[in-house]
């Protein structure tokens, strides 16, 4: 694979197939829908080839020789005599044991949600070209090492999302679709003003020697590269690095969505089409930890670590919360919505932890939240197609009716509530332990644990109150899965699986990198600290 750019393949492919929905005829549904499949399907042949072609022994955090399948090029280049100097901004692109499990699942989920576009009717050229663009900047996301590429995917990303939800979702769309994209925006402001900060505060020396303030987030990582005046840099005596921490976190918490800025996302879910519910929850919310993880902690490692007690406990209150109102909603896409800000919760736990099995735990209830995730709002869907109302207390004895599909719901409810043998309950199991062994937030860790116990009691009474017990004569009509049902649903079905019998295929992956980013973390920047917070 070496000099093969399966990472530009990856990202691009999607903006390919936009071009191609473009220049299609708007009536030609079923080629436009086609298209869009086997693009997202070559999506996903490209990242099983990048999981295969990965070397579980190599990791690091700031080195470029730790990341594998690595493309770097300038992409911006501009001369200036003034103090800036000249401008130089690299297409750099490179994947780790952290990035790679986030590429394999953006490429699974965005498959899965074309499947689940199929009866979508309302300008349908114009849904699958957008979709594809949104394709494209997450996959950006989890793929660029440099702070400006990055902020150019995130933004790429925000656009069309906002016109899908906007122009294909419910009632209250445009309210819902605003709502999250003026969130968004809000947190992208903080975003890019902590970018310009560490430009001009860090260097990155070329092979030339010259030095040049830098957007590479490799050399942000690194503290012998920042000037000791510049604004953000850990010698300056007028310390600004705090602010910058938690102007840069509250960015990335809105997109987790982290209380207290959660609710967009119950607006946002309730009212985006089906597809994009899969989406939203499935990747983009797995944006926000990420780059926590990527871009937070390692340029600011000593503030993570005073901090690390509050990101803890803003964890246990979105467990704790989201389950809640979880229990409270009598709108089943809504409970779903809720139960995200719940498992969510526990990659913040674990990511607060700072140690090897906690931060595991976290990355792999990350793509474990994903699939699961998923396929419940996959479910909530296939019920709304047919019966075109989403109250809980509407139904009743599903299960009579709609056998297959009930035995679907079934692996999908008890995945989210933990169950042993199935993929949720290995990754909150590693949560539980590496945050248990610190002993700072072991309080915070217990009190958790009772998001357990809640998220079993809304999934079994959801469960009981939509498929069990006598059928509601109403639905004595609805049919079962189709074929095109089964292929959205058994995909991530097996995975749920597997990887709760045998979760090593994941952690292999994850385990070298997670290792050298906790130690890294854990002792950069000894010498600078803001104890006393």
Request: aromatic share 14%; charged share 10%; with cysteine.
């Amino acid at each position: 694979m070496n000099g093969f750019p399966i990472l530009t393949l990856l990202t691009f492919l999607p903006v390919l197939g936009m071009v191609i929905i473009l220049f299609l005829p708007g009536q030609k549904h079923k080629e436009i829908r086609i298209t869009s499949l086997i693009i997202t399907g070559l999506q996903i042949v490209f990242a099983a080839v990048l999981m295969l072609n990965f070397n579980y022994s190599a990791g690091g955090v700031f080195d470029q020789s730790s990341f594998q399948f690595v493309e770097k090029v300038r992409w911006i280049e501009i001369p200036s005599v003034s103090w800036i100097g000249t401008i130089k901004i690299d297409y750099f692109l490179g994947v780790d044991g952290i990035s790679t499990p986030m590429v394999l699942l953006t490429a699974l989920i965005s498959f899965i949600a074309i499947l689940s576009s199929w009866k979508i009717e309302k300008s349908v050229k114009g849904f699958f070209a957008l979709f594809l663009l949104l394709d494209a900047g997450m996959m950006g996301v989890f793929v660029s090492l440099d702070f400006f590429l990055f902020y150019v995917f995130w933004e790429v990303m925000l656009l069309p999302m906002y016109f899908l939800i906007g122009i294909w979702g419910g009632p209250r769309k445009e309210y819902a679709a605003i709502k999250f994209f003026i969130y968004t925006l809000f947190g992208s402001v903080f975003m890019l003003l902590v970018m310009i900060g560490l430009y001009f505060s860090a260097y990155e020396i070329l092979p030339t020697g010259e030095k040049v303030f830098t957007f590479n987030l490799l050399a942000l990582m690194d503290s012998t590269n920042y000037t000791a005046d510049g604004i953000l840099s850990p010698f300056n005596p007028q310390n600004m690095r705090f602010v910058a921490y938690i102007a840069l976190f509250v960015g990335f918490a809105i997109k987790i969505p982290m209380f207290p800025f959660h609710t967009w996302l119950p607006d946002a879910h309730v009212e985006a089409p089906t597809p994009i519910s899969v989406i939203l929850a499935g990747v983009l919310l797995k944006m926000g930890t990420y780059g926590i993880l990527r871009i937070s902690y390692p340029i600011f490692p000593e503030i993570t670590r005073d901090l690390m007690w509050y990101i803890a406990l803003f964890g246990m209150i979105n467990i704790i919360y989201g389950a809640l109102c979880a229990m409270a909603q009598k709108d089943f896409k809504k409970l779903i919505a809720y139960s995200s800000i719940s498992h969510m919760g526990y990659v913040m736990l674990g990511m607060a932890s700072l140690t090897t099995t906690g931060v595991n735990g976290a990355i792999l209830q990350m793509f474990n939240h994903g699939t699961i995730t998923a396929m419940l709002f996959l479910i909530v869907g296939v019920l709304y197609d047919r019966a075109h109302t989403r109250g809980i207390n509407d139904f009743g004895g599903i299960a009579n009716q709609m056998p297959v599909y009930t035995g679907f719901v079934t692996v999908a409810f008890f995945a989210a509530l933990g169950l042993p043998a199935l993929s949720g309950f290995i990754s909150e199991a590693l949560v539980f332990v590496g945050a248990f062994g610190v002993e700072k937030i072991r309080v915070l860790t217990i009190i958790s644990t009772l998001g357990i116990l809640l998220g079993a009691a809304y999934m079994l009474w959801t469960l009981q109150r939509v498929y069990l017990g006598n059928l509601n004569e109403k639905w004595n009509k609805l049919t079962d899965l189709d074929k095109r049902e089964y292929a959205m649903f058994i995909p991530l079905t097996i995975i749920i699986i597997l990887l709760g019998v045998y979760p090593s295929i994941m952690l292999d992956v994850m385990n070298t990198s997670v290792n050298s980013f906790v130690e890294f973390v854990s002792t950069s920047l000894n010498n600078v600290s803001i104890s006393g917070l």
